[in-house]
């Protein structure tokens, strides 16, 4: 799940390449899967999950940073944001589905 730090917070994800649209699935075993658009070249697919989790959270792309940038396997770390309200709009994304 999310954790915070005094910076921000980080979670995992598991992310899928080259699905039809840039979505979060749901919570498994503690990490958030992700459906990414873009395919994993040239670090498209990174690229947009850095866009996707800004826009959703309300960061600029600046404060979203990835470790694990050549696995499926991710660490989102997002500054500017508290613990509370990334899992209010990460839950309500989850149930729009």
Same mark, same amino acid.
């Given at each position: 799940? /999310?954790?915070?730090? $005094?910076? *921000? ?10 699905? *039809? ?12 899967? @992700? ?13 947009? /999950?850095?866009?996707?989790?800004? $826009?959703?959270? *309300? @960061?600029?792309?600046?404060? @979203? %940073?990835?470790?694990? %940038? ?5 660490? /989102? ?5 508290? $613990? ?5 709009? /990460?839950? $309500? ?5």
């Amino acid at each position: 799940m /999310i954790e915070e730090t $005094k910076d *921000g917070i980080f979670f995992k994800i598991r992310a899928s390449p080259k699905a *039809g649209a840039t979505e979060i699935c749901e919570w498994q075993d503690n990490i958030l899967r @992700v459906r990414v658009h873009a395919l994993p070249e040239k670090g498209k697919a990174n690229l947009a /999950i850095i866009a996707y989790f800004a $826009k959703l959270l *309300g @960061v600029p792309k600046s404060a @979203v %940073t990835i470790k694990g %940038t050549a696995s499926r396997n991710k660490k /989102i770390f997002i500054e500017g944001i508290s $613990k509370e309200r990334a899992e209010q709009l /990460i839950a $309500k994304m989850i149930l729009q589905k």
